[in-house]
């Protein structure tokens, strides 16, 4: 029996590239965990991170009756059915309103943080990945500084990594909330 569907936030940086053309770029993306024929994890995006000018509706329906098939058209290029914008879907899905998602295997390049990924999103709930970025990353204990980097990522072999649980991680500026697990006392 497949697991039933589930949308989350997830805290990846999220972009999605036609060529050398940006065409997404979120810090706000959903995960869509689904399995079955046609249907693997993906991002969807928010309509504000994507370059919506870049796309035409398909002559072609989308898949069911809340996934509108889109066409990419960017300078020469034309990918149809490139992309697909959620309207009105039903529950559990109704937090993908208004977002896109793109295909994986049409000639798009997707990123989490610094690092492509091909085939589909990683499902957190199925792996742990440790994943390069770009992103700026402070570690404070008691207010003070331990650790900064513009480079983060765990694949860890001799490097320093911490319990999230009990030091401060400002992210981009934005300081980070303490996740409550066993570590956390």
């Known amino acids: 029996m497949l697991p039933s569907p589930r949308v989350e936030p997830t805290p990846r940086w999220i ?3 036609a060529g050398d053309v940006e065409i997404a770029d979120s810090r706000r993306a959903l995960l869509l965990a689904w399995y079955g024929p046609g249907m693997l994890p993906t991002y969807c995006l928010p ?3 994507v370059h919506t000018d870049l ?3 398909s002559a072609a329906p989308g898949p069911d009756g809340f996934r509108l098939d889109h066409d990419l058209h960017t300078g020469d290029l034309s990918l149809p059915g490139a992309a697909q914008l ?3 879907p039903p529950a559990p899905l109704e937090a993908l309103h208004d977002h896109w998602t793109f295909t994986w295997d049409a000639g798009l390049s997707w990123f989490e943080e610094a690092l492509e990924v091909h085939v ?3 499902d957190p ?3 742990v990945d440790v994943v390069p970025s770009e992103r700026h990353v402070r570690v404070e204990i008691d207010g003070e ?3 900064e980097t513009t480079r983060p990522h765990a694949g860890i072999a001799g490097l320093v990594a911490f319990f ?3 030091v401060d991680l400002v992210v981009d500026g934005v300081r980070q909330e303490r996740p409550r697990t066993p570590w956390s006392e």
């Open 125 to 127: 709930a199925k792996r």
């Open 55 to 57: 796309f035409r509706p």
């Open 47 to 49: 309509a504000e991170d």
């Open 15 to 17: 972009r999605v590239r």
């Open 164 to 166: 999230n649980e009990r």
């Open 120 to 122: 589909h999103a990683r």
């Open 145 to 147: 500084v331990v650790a």
């Open 86 to 88: 959620f309207r009105h």
